[in-house]
């Protein structure tokens, strides 16, 4: 498999994962009665789900582990 496939389903794998959170902590917050955090949990991940329907400077922003390492290491060493 390339490697632009496989940062693909990583980053898909991890939608995923946030979105199971997410909902997970809803119901859970919700069953508690706590409303209000639920319906603000709800608020903030549709914004951040449709981020390319509004029109805002946000960014969803994500990086390689090993990539980051290899900077860290290469400005250390300057």
């Known amino acids: 498999m390339n490697p632009l496939k ?3 389903e990583s980053i898909s794998a991890q939608v995923d994962t946030i979105m199971v959170n997410r909902f997970r902590r809803f119901k859970f917050l919700m ?8 319906i ?3 608020g903030e991940f549709h914004e951040w789900m449709m981020l390319d329907q509004q029109e805002n ?3 969803i922003l994500y990086y ?10 290469e400005k250390s060493n300057v």
């Open 6 to 8: 496989l940062e693909q």
């Open 31 to 38: 069953a508690k009665g706590r409303v209000d955090d639920a």
């Open 40 to 42: 603000a949990i709800g």
């Open 57 to 59: 400077d946000e960014e």
């Open 64 to 73: 390689k582990e090993d990539e980051l390492g290899e900077q860290f290491v």
